[in-house]
Nanobody
Framework: QVQVVESGGGSVQAGGSLKLSCLVS????????MGWFRQAPGKEREGVSY????????YYVDSVQGRFTISRDNDKNTVYLQMNSLKPEDTATYYC??????????????????????????WGQGTQVTVSS
């Protein structure tokens, strides 16, 4: 059984930092691309960043570029999201996802519709991040 468990969320003031972690079990972790997503109240879920199996391919959406850093430790089956210079608009529930294809993860983060047969990612339950002004 695949489990994806996020942790590290919390409440911080604007300008502060948080580091999210996502521990994955039940699959061969370094066969999977990993992505971070977020959903603010009343808004649709949006992609934040993704990383391929060995960290050679990394992408950030414009709104977090230069402030957030994604990384992974395949020995620990964990992906991280270091979030610096946090803004109130970063307030959201943050979700981690795993997919065996980096192209599919890219499409997910970019919000593109997946073609049939791509398979669904494995999702975590989310961790809340609240940034106060």
């Amino acid at each position: 059984q695949v489990q994806v468990v996020e942790s590290g969320g919390g409440s911080v003031q604007a300008g502060g930092s948080l580091k999210l972690s996502c521990l994955v079990s039940g699959l061969v972790f370094d066969d999977y691309a990993m992505g971070w997503f977020r959903q603010a109240p009343g808004k649709e879920r949006e992609g934040v960043s993704y990383i391929n199996w060995n960290g050679a391919i990394i992408y950030y959406v414009d709104s977090v570029q230069g402030r957030f850093t994604i990384s992974r430790d395949n020995d620990k089956n964990t992906v991280y999201l270091q979030m610096n210079s946090l803004k109130p608009e970063d307030t959201a529930t943050y979700y981690c996802a795993a997919h065996s294809r980096v192209t599919t993860m890219s499409n997910l983060v970019l919000g593109a519709k997946l073609p049939p047969g791509e398979g669904n990612p494995y999702w975590g339950q989310g961790t809340q991040v609240t940034v106060s002004s």
